[in-house]
Nanobody
Framework: QVQLVESGGGLVQAGGSLRLSCAAS????????MGWFRQAPGKGREFVAV???????LHTDSVKGRFTVSRDNAKNTIYLQMNSLKPEDTAVYYC?????????????????WGQGTQVTVSS
C-alpha cells in the first residue's frame, strides 16, 4: 500500500532552520502533485507549500521567502527547507500526495497523507 513517511521535525529556537523530508513508497509519484500542510493545536489543517510533477510550486504567504519546497523524483521524495523559523510555525507538519498532476491548496483534495512530524519553535 502507499505510505508517506515524514522525517526531520524537532525543537528549534526562533530564527533557526529545519529540513523536512517525505519519502513515498508503494507507488511512484513522479507524475503527481505533492505537498506540505500543517496543523497547529486547536486549528484546522492548512496548506504550506505544494509542488507539481514538473516542479512548479506554491507557498502560503506566511512562509514565502522562508520556506522552500522541492522534490527528487528519482527518490520519490519531497523536502521542505524551513529557515528563519518563528514560534507561529509550531505545528504538526504533514506530507500529502495527489493522484493528479495539478496542485491544489485545499486539504480535502489530496488523496494520501503521512502520519505527520512535530515542529516546535521556541521563542
Amino acid at each position: 500500500q502507499v505510505q508517506l513517511v515524514e522525517s526531520g521535525g524537532g525543537l528549534v529556537q526562533a530564527g533557526g532552520s529545519l529540513r523536512l523530508s517525505c519519502a513515498a513508497s508503494g507507488r511512484t509519484f513522479s507524475s503527481n502533485a505533492m505537498g506540505w500542510f500543517r496543523q497547529a493545536p486547536g486549528k484546522g489543517r492548512e496548506f504550506v507549500a505544494v509542488i507539481s510533477w514538473s516542479g512548479s510550486n506554491l507557498h502560503t504567504d506566511s512562509v514565502k521567502g522562508r520556506f522552500t519546497v522541492s522534490r527528487d523524483n528519482a527518490k520519490n521524495t519531497i523536502y521542505l527547507q524551513m529557515n528563519s523559523l518563528k514560534p507561529e510555525d509550531t505545528a504538526v507538519y504533514y506530507c500529502a500526495a495527489r493522484t493528479q498532476q495539478s496542485v491544489h491548496t485545499a486539504p480535502n483534495r489530496w488523496d494520501y497523507w503521512g502520519q505527520g512530524t512535530q515542529v516546535t519553535v521556541s521563542s
